[in-house]
């Protein structure tokens, strides 16, 4: 059956995949032409979003027709799939957007080639990991019986390479490099008002995070990550590698001594 015209109206990505692949193509013949370093990696960067653009379609599409199946009802158009669905083209609109700018302003003077060749390959990162994130989701809907959001009891018990559904995703989550998301690509999928607060704890806990693995706990890891902040906050590629290896790595009592930081005394 074919979905209701209110649980796709928002939800159809080809325009998005239309607009950056002719941005990338018309970046790509730009920049070959100049032949600098920087140009190559705008190149290179470019290629990369117009090849994810060819590969992301058909499982946009595909989450487009079924997502709304999965809605609590047609008034709540909400569930797993239809976000991860919206968080790919946040994602989209994003890479639109730092394209539109680069190929507006690429023969300017005053152009940061260094900053948005930066932002276009984070873009790119984050987009090959929403990819990998949709194979998995489309696995899952796969092993999932029609119109069912998680996986029964009896496709829990069928085993795939020796590993339940559970394994499986826990599996592939392992393999994946989500240091992307805590970089320059921060919140990109929440409201740009909210995005410097998300900046803010990503900094203060990787901050933290350095104090806390020499050792130092309580006030003197405070202390420290105040001294250590600054390179976080000037180096987004940094910031994200170590959310990752934290997130990873430390245990509970690491994620528990940050957030009681805020019941301390040296924050009272």
């Not at 600098?36 to 190149?43: G, I, K, L, M």
């Not at 047609?74 to 700018?101: D, I, K």
Request: proline share 4%; with cysteine; aromatic share 10%.
């Amino acid at each position: 059956p074919h979905p209701p015209p209110s649980a796709t109206v928002n939800m159809d990505s080809a325009p998005l995949l239309r607009a950056l692949t002719a941005l990338a193509d018309d970046n790509v013949s730009f920049f070959d032409r100049v032949g600098t370093d920087s140009a190559r990696r705008f190149a290179a960067a470019f290629t990369v979003l117009r090849e994810h653009c060819r590969r992301l379609a058909p499982a946009l599409r595909h989450f487009a027709r079924l997502c709304h199946r999965f809605d609590l009802d047609e008034s709540t158009p909400g569930n797993g799939y239809r976000s991860l669905l919206q968080t790919a083209r946040c994602c989209l609109a994003h890479a639109v957007h730092r394209s539109r700018y680069v190929a507006a302003n690429r023969r300017s003077l005053f152009f940061r080639a260094g900053h948005n060749v930066a932002e276009l390959e984070a873009y790119g990162a984050a987009l090959a990991q929403l990819r990998a994130l949709l194979c998995l989701a489309q696995r899952l809907l796969a092993r999932s019986r029609p119109g069912c959001l998680f996986p029964g009891e009896e496709e829990e018990e069928e085993e795939e390479e020796g590993c339940g559904v559970s394994e499986l995703v826990l599996r592939e989550y392992s393999t994946m490099r989500n240091g992307c998301f805590y970089g320059r690509c921060l919140g990109f999928q929440f409201a740009p008002s909210i995005r410097p607060v998300l900046q803010t704890i990503a900094i203060g806990l990787v901050s933290f995070g350095e104090s806390y693995k020499r050792h130092q706990r309580g006030l003197g890891a405070a202390a420290g990550s105040l001294f250590t902040s600054g390179k976080f906050a000037l180096d987004p590629e940094l910031r994200g590698a170590e959310f990752e290896r934290l997130t990873q790595n430390l245990d509970v009592h690491f994620w528990k001594s940050f957030w009681n930081l805020t019941e301390s005394q040296l924050l009272a």
